[in-house]
């Protein structure tokens, strides 16, 4: 049965020898993969030019339930980006959380919820004239709640600690050590209750960045069975984080 949907490219693989599979989260059925015959080839550029990370699409579809992988029949961009594809550093920071989306998504059913977030976060990224250097952080505090893993936002003098193993603020070193520094896990709860239009207002040094990003995917890691290591980590890193 053929489907409107609009989807948010995650990334996408070789397949064969001019075609590709897309992985696409999509607004009505959640994450798929998609094949595009073709996609490769010199005829087909333009059209694999639209399967970049990040990039908002209107799509038609064709949907079987339990098909490990879906057909399209027509693909269009839904938003032309103002910067996306040209600033390095948005470039960059899209293809670090795309590669994030890729490990931790793995519902093949529709969230709404979820596709507003990303999709609205998306266009604020393109769109802003702020800095985005803490972007990536923000994200990252607030996917949380979409995974099922929001921590507890207890901190305070008595508990100035990040336990990353429980998903919440303690006053001690957790036997395994999984905990976040006072300073940074201050930080971090800052990020976890800023707005999207605040967070680029915190004043975070380069070390702080560091420590608090590492602390971020280590909690993913701990939570998330199969998190592995980022290749575009240290992108990121060196881009936002210094050397």
Not at 33 to 62: A, C, H, Q, T
Not at 72 to 87: G, P, Y
Not at 125 to 143: A, G, M, N, P, W
Not at 195 to 223: E, H, T, W
Request: charged share 25%; proline share 1%.
């Amino acid at each position: 049965m053929l489907h409107q949907t609009k989807g948010i490219v995650l990334n996408r693989v070789q397949y064969g020898e001019t075609s590709l599979i897309v992985h696409v989260y999509t607004e009505k059925f959640g994450r798929q993969s998609y094949i595009v015959k073709g996609g490769r080839s010199k005829k087909s550029k333009s059209k694999s030019n639209l399967f970049r990370p990040f990039f908002l699409l209107d799509m038609e579809v064709y949907h079987r339930e339990g098909k490990s992988i879906q057909s399209l029949k027509e693909v269009r961009l839904a938003e032309t980006f103002n910067s996306l594809i040209f600033d390095v550093h948005k470039s960059s920071i899209a293809l670090f959380l795309t590669e994030v989306l890729s490990k931790v998504l793995r519902e093949e059913e529709a969230n709404h919820e979820l596709f507003v977030f990303l999709y609205n976060s998306i266009r604020y990224l393109d769109l802003t004239d702020e800095s985005v250097e803490l972007f990536h952080l923000y994200f990252l505090t607030k996917l949380t709640r979409f995974l099922g893993y929001y921590p507890q936002i207890n901190w305070s003098a008595e508990t100035p600690m990040f336990d990353m193993d429980n998903g919440r603020f303690v006053n001690e070193l957790n036997s395994h050590g999984h905990c976040l520094g006072k300073e940074e896990s201050e930080i971090l709860n800052t990020l976890f209750n800023t707005s999207i239009d605040q967070f680029n207002l915190l004043q975070i040094s380069i070390k702080q960045r560091r420590v608090v990003l590492r602390g971020l995917l280590n909690f993913y890691a701990l939570q998330s069975q199969g998190f592995t290591s980022l290749k575009s980590l240290s992108v990121i890193e060196e881009l936002f984080n210094g050397d």
